[in-house]
């Protein structure tokens, strides 16, 4: 069976979690291999409707384990919180395991992160200001915390008195801040690791045996492509990968082990926070889509800005990503609109470019080249068959097909696990 990694293929939001959900059914493992708690999978399927941040989307399956692989950074109060509303909700988390390797977020790092963004001003960068970015800047800097350090009550106060010595003075010399107590986040972090000592593992060990059993595993992301700090919008963009490369880093196997790449997509765009957005809407119509498809973020709340279907960023994230098979979410959100508009260029400084520039300067000033499609103006959502589609439908997916030059293989046509249509088979 195969391994196969689901990855945002825009700026996050695109429907990866109902995916993966669906998928699951399928699968004995899915890991969960970047982001924090920033992220947000929506889920909705026979147990009723979820709001993930952390655990992974397969937790609904009690044959399937779940991980939540080193690549992520954990916020102990909310994945427990989160452990408890499912479990107060009926569903089982036994199978849940959390690596060892996967950095904690502290309080120092909430505290820094929205200092921070405060002290930006005008150029905020948009965080959601779960400290993800300070944890994982401690991470580069070899100041992490990790989940296996809650295992040795010992060296976690000797690793704590250490790293607190050291934010202490930021706190109290930059942003004026009252020194956090020691004494309170060691207590603190002594009870969250009791809670999670169970579910804490050497997960790599676990995937390399569910591989060696030939199940089929799944890598599940966070955020979106355009989102990587290497290759999205920088400095606008989040703080670990969510490329499929960053798949065996955050899961820990090699590259060789990933057989399909499924890059999601909306049917058209929307986008979470600062940046540039080349296709965004500022009018009646991103206005309709935004209500007619609820676009408001899982974990803020946050209108997101919504657009026509950018060709230029789908064809370069699906370069980046090596994608072999895409899935479109939200087609139904078009069905009401009597013409339909793809990006399939850009104009930069009088000039027509096919790139997707890495200079957000650049890609500000770009004025999206537009190919008008027409609408098919009658609803899909209980559509299960890609032949029933309206042929304009088809004609549109088609044309993504072209442009992003990656085979589409599932359309979903509403939050529902069941509301999906397969137009060629995935694996």
């Not at 945002?8 to 970047?34: H, I, N, P, T, Y």
């Not at 005008?122 to 965080?127: E, H, R, V």
């Not at 104009?347 to 027409?374: N, Q, W």
């Amino acid at each position: 069976m195969p391994v196969v990694a689901i990855v945002g293929a825009q700026w996050g939001d695109e429907g990866k979690g109902r995916v993966v959900d669906m998928l699951a059914q399928q699968a004995r493992m899915v890991v969960r291999f970047s982001g924090g708690d920033n992220a947000g999978h929506s889920v909705v399927n026979p147990h009723g409707e979820f709001k993930l941040h952390l655990i992974p989307s397969g937790i609904f399956d009690p044959g399937v384990v779940c991980i939540i692989g080193n690549g992520v950074a954990i916020n102990p109060k909310v994945l427990i919180g989160e452990i408890d509303r499912l479990n107060e909700r009926g569903v089982d988390t036994g199978q849940l395991f959390i690596s060892d390797r996967a950095h904690l977020i502290m309080p120092y790092h909430l505290l820094l992160d929205g200092m921070e963004e405060e002290a930006r001003g005008g150029k905020a960068l948009g965080t959601t200001l779960k400290g993800v970015g300070p944890a994982f800047t401690d991470k580069a800097a070899r100041l992490g915390v990790r989940a296996g350090d809650l295992l040795d009550k010992k060296a976690l106060k000797e690793r704590l008195g250490t790293v607190l010595e050291y934010k202490n003075v930021i706190l109290a010399k930059v942003y004026g801040v009252k020194p956090l107590s020691l004494d309170e986040v060691y207590t603190q972090y002594c009870r969250y690791g009791e809670r999670l000592a169970p579910h804490i593992r050497e997960t790599t060990i676990m995937v390399d045996e569910a591989l060696g059993r030939r199940e089929m595993v799944i890598l599940e992301g966070a955020q979106g492509a355009l989102l990587d700090p290497d290759f999205g919008t920088y400095p606008y963009t989040t703080s670990s990968s969510p490329l499929a490369g960053g798949a065996c880093l955050g899961a820990g196997l090699g590259p060789t082990k990933i057989d399909r790449v499924l890059g999601v997509y909306k049917a058209y765009c929307s986008r979470v926070g600062s940046g540039p957005m080349t296709t965004e809407l500022k009018d009646e119509t991103g206005d309709l889509i935004r209500e007619r498809a609820h676009e408001y973020g899982t974990t803020t709340g946050r209108p997101r800005r919504c657009g026509w279907f950018d060709a230029v960023a789908a064809r370069f994230s699906s370069r980046i990503n090596g994608l072999t098979g895409a899935a479109v979410t939200r087609l139904d959100i078009l069905d009401i609109l009597p013409g339909l508009k793809i990006c399939v260029g850009y104009e930069l400084d009088g000039k027509t470019i096919d790139y997707f520039p890495a200079s957000i300067t650049e890609l500000a000033r770009c004025k999206p080249v537009y190919e008008e499609l027409p609408g098919w103006q009658a609803p899909t959502t209980e559509i299960r068959s890609y032949e029933q589609l309206p042929l304009e439908a088809r004609r549109y997916v088609t044309r993504l097909e072209e442009l992003i030059s990656c085979p589409v293989n599932l359309i979903c046509v509403g939050p529902e696990r069941a509301q999906a249509i397969e137009k060629a088979p995935i694996f």
